[in-house]
Nanobody, 124 residues
Framework: VQLQASGGGTVQDGGSLRLSCAAS????????VGWFRQAPGKEREFVAA????????RYADSVKGRFTISKDTALNTVYLQMNTLKPDDTAVYYC??????????????????WGQGTQVTVSS
C-alpha cells in the first residue's frame, strides 16, 4: 500500500485544517494508521492513530481536545481534523501504517510505510 498525505497549508493562530491520508495500491485493512509530525530540528513525534477495523483512536496529550482522527472506509482515507491550531503545531505532518500493538502506537519505529508529508504552518 502507498500513502498520499495532503491538506497542509498556512493558517493563523486558532485556525483549522484537515489533513488527508489516502491509500493506493491496497487498503488500510488490518493496519493501524498514525499521524506524526516533525518540526525543524526536532524528532518525528506521535500525534494520533486509529485502528482501521474498529475505529479506536489514540492521541498525544498535546493535541487532545483539539485534533480528531477519523476514517472513511469507502474512500480508503484517514483524516486528521485540526482545530484551535497553535504556532507550536507548525511541522511537516506524516501518515504511516503499522500492525504493532496498541501500546506501541506512539513509536515511529513500528511504522512500516509513510506518506510523503504535508507542511502545516501556523502563524502568530
Amino acid at each position: 500500500v502507498q500513502l498520499q498525505a495532503s491538506g497542509g497549508g498556512t493558517v493563523q493562530d486558532g485556525g483549522s485544517l484537515r489533513l488527508s491520508c489516502a491509500a493506493s495500491g491496497g487498503t488500510f485493512a488490518n493496519f493501524r494508521v498514525g499521524w506524526f509530525r516533525q518540526a525543524p530540528g526536532k524528532e518525528r513525534e506521535f500525534v494520533a492513530a486509529i485502528t482501521w477495523g474498529g475505529g479506536s483512536t489514540r492521541y498525544a496529550d498535546s493535541v487532545k481536545g483539539r485534533f480528531t482522527i477519523s476514517k472513511d472506509t469507502a474512500l480508503n482515507t484517514v483524516y486528521l481534523q485540526m482545530n484551535t491550531l497553535k504556532p507550536d503545531d507548525t511541522a511537516v505532518y506524516y501518515c504511516g501504517v503499522t500492525q504493532t500493538i496498541w501500546s506501541a502506537l506512539h513509536d515511529r519505529q513500528h511504522y512500516t510505510r509513510w506518506g510523503q508529508g504535508t507542511q502545516v504552518t501556523v502563524s502568530s
